[in-house]
């Protein structure tokens, strides 16, 4: 479809076109949209992992809509959920020919700052009104501030695709970090946090591969202990069952079920193999690496974060723990007494590198060591690729969960009539 026939007939009102025009801006921003057409009203439907935001979200379709110039169309109707979700978070309905043109928004932008202008130097005015920002002339009627975060879906864009607001997260992060770590007394206080989390990973790959655990903390020698107890056939009879449901639940999604069957041959391989017992020994510091990304995700992306002081916040526990186990795994290589206390254990029970060097390095703490220190660097670099590419995991995520596949946009590639005319 070539560009200036896309144009026309979106200009015309054709649903699916107006899907494709829309999609272009949206999709590498992890947000999809659903078009239809019902008479001369038309629905969309926004989609994201997280809720689009609904003042961002109208005032970007209202601006789509201004430029493309559509005469068939009355009312617009702006749905906005969840991916996943049944219910609709908000809806917004809005007519067409109140949208004002290019030229009007200008003047009434230009006429408000006139407003602000005379109002700072004592001239009366008549009717005094409060400002009109631009997103508020776009969407023909004022935005009430809100403490609502914006999601980066509508953000500008800065320096390798991250905006500034997650540029500063990362930098108070880093520099809250550094002063976390630069203190004895305040990394003790942090300690247990990535102790629990370490100690979860245990416990949680413990039982998803048969094996009921109980995560607790070490109040005798420091740090924490997960207690492993013998292997339950009946636990993973039941994960077997949970496979089922989803192969049923999904039974209609073809790459959903291609991805599910890849996870049952590698869970089985898993469970059959003496390879678990190292995977429930490595997923200790394997979750504080998985947390760090996600924390670190939160920072980059301003993603489940309601209040501004999140991200920040964010970045500082992803920079700390990173670092934390960055100065833990350089100890274990060039530090011979802290290699030497290390691989003494504690309370007769031996760490969890010391186990994985004894069985896969000969015995070399300093090569798992140095393992751990390649994934700590890697953590980060991982993070910012699925940050660039969250448009395309979201895209995927949410095809995996649709309980058909695609059937809806294959239908309007086949009968693109039958969506624009309505059903």
């Known amino acids: 479809m070539g560009e200036r026939s896309l144009l026309e007939r979106a200009q015309g009102g054709e649903a699916d076109a107006i899907a494709v025009w829309l999609n272009r801006s949206l999709q590498r921003r992890g947000i999809t949209v659903q078009v239809q057409r019902q008479a001369g009203d038309l629905h969309l439907l926004l989609e994201a992992m997280q809720v689009p935001d609904r003042n961002s979200a109208v005032t970007f379709v209202q601006q789509e809509f201004t430029r493309l110039k559509v005469n068939s169309l009355s009312q617009i109707h702006v749905v906005g959920r969840r991916r996943g979700d049944k219910h609709s978070t908000w809806k917004e309905c809005f007519q067409l020919r109140s949208i004002p043109s290019l030229s009007d928004q200008l003047s009434s932008h230009q006429t408000a700052n006139k407003m602000v202008e005379q109002q700072s130097h004592g001239t009366e005015i008549p009717r005094r009104r409060p400002p009109i920002s631009k997103e508020a002339a776009i969407a023909g009627k004022p935005i009430r501030s809100t403490n609502q975060m914006i999601p980066d879906q509508f953000a500008s864009q800065g320096a390798l695709g991250i905006p500034q607001a997650g540029w500063r997260s990362l930098a108070i992060g880093w520099v809250l970090a550094m002063l976390l770590l630069a203190s004895g007394r305040l990394t003790f206080i942090f300690h247990p946090l990535i102790t629990l989390v370490h100690e979860l990973g245990h416990a949680a790959c413990g039982w998803l591969l048969g094996y009921p655990a109980i995560p607790a903390f070490d109040f005798i020698h420091g740090g924490g202990v997960t207690s492993h107890f013998g292997r339950l056939w009946g636990l993973i009879g039941a994960i077997y069952?949970?496979?089922?449901?989803?192969?049923?639940?999904?039974?209609?999604?073809?790459?959903?079920?291609?991805?599910?069957?890849?996870?049952?041959v590698l869970y089985s391989l898993l469970i059959l193999t003496p390879i678990h017992a190292s995977i429930i020994t490595m997923m200790g510091h394997g979750f504080e690496l998985l947390f760090a990304g996600i924390f670190l995700y939160r920072a980059l992306s301003g993603e489940s974060c309601y209040y501004p002081i999140e991200r920040p916040l964010y970045g500082m526990l992803a920079f700390f723990t990173l670092a934390y186990d960055i100065r833990f795994a350089y100890r274990l290589i060039f530090d011979w007494q802290a290699r030497?206390?290390?691989l003494q254990g504690k309370g007769g029970i031996l760490h969890d590198l010391t186990r994985l060097a004894?069985?896969?390095?000969?015995?070399?703490?300093?090569?798992i060591a140095a393992g751990l220190?390649?994934?700590?660097?890697?953590?980060p670099l991982l993070t910012l690729?699925?940050?660039?590419?969250?448009?395309?995991?979201?895209?995927l995520i949410a095809r995996l969960f649709r309980v058909s596949d695609d059937s809806q946009f294959r239908q309007m590639k086949k009968a693109p009539s039958r969506y624009s005319e309505g059903k």
Do not use: E, K, P, W
């Not at 069952?241 to 049952?264: P, S």
């Not at 220190?373 to 953590?379: A, I």
């Open 373 to 379: 220190l390649g994934c700590c660097l890697l953590t």
């Open 340 to 342: 030497v206390d290390y």
């Open 241 to 264: 069952m949970g496979f089922g449901y989803v192969y049923y639940r999904y039974r209609n999604n073809y790459l959903t079920l291609r991805y599910l069957l890849g996870g049952i």
């Open 385 to 395: 690729f699925l940050y660039h590419h969250r448009g395309q995991t979201n895209c």
């Open 358 to 367: 004894n069985q896969y390095a000969g015995g070399n703490v300093s090569a």
